[in-house]
């Protein structure tokens, strides 16, 4: 079956790192841009980060620059979400999409991605 898994969630300190993976079943992902979207409930699915197929350029949330780090192999299949200094605000299910149409880092509207992830919880708490 075609799929995303992602893996990595889980609970991190204020202040904390954490390190979210995406691994593509089924399909390479040599040829997709991916970006990572995060969700609290009651509220809409928002773009954190995106990089292109071949990591040549990137793009952030205002929210998350120099704190998050968005990366692939394609050799292993998988794209990376490595947050550092996480903060309360953070907390919320994060998710991984892939774009066939990715040959640059550009956020799109959700319904035009290609494969989602599951979601994974991130969890802040002292």
């Known amino acids: 079956q075609l799929q995303l898994v992602q893996s990595g969630g889980g609970l991190v300190q204020p202040g904390g790192s954490l390190r979210l993976s995406c691994t593509a079943s089924g399909f390479s992902l040599e040829h997709y841009a991916m970006a990572w979207f995060r969700q609290d409930p009651g509220k809409e699915r928002e773009g954190v980060s995106c990089?292109?197929?071949?990591?040549?350029?990137?793009w952030y949330a205002d929210d998350v620059k120099g704190r998050f780090t968005i990366s692939r192999d394609n050799a292993k299949n998988t794209a990376y979400l490595e947050m550092k200094n996480v903060q309360p605000e953070d907390a919320a299910v994060y998710y991984c999409a892939a774009d066939v149409r990715g040959r640059r880092a550009v956020m799109r509207p959700l319904d035009e991605y290609d494969y989602w992830g599951q979601g994974t919880q991130v969890t802040v708490s002292s």
């Open positions: 990089i292109s197929s071949s990591s040549e350029t990137t």
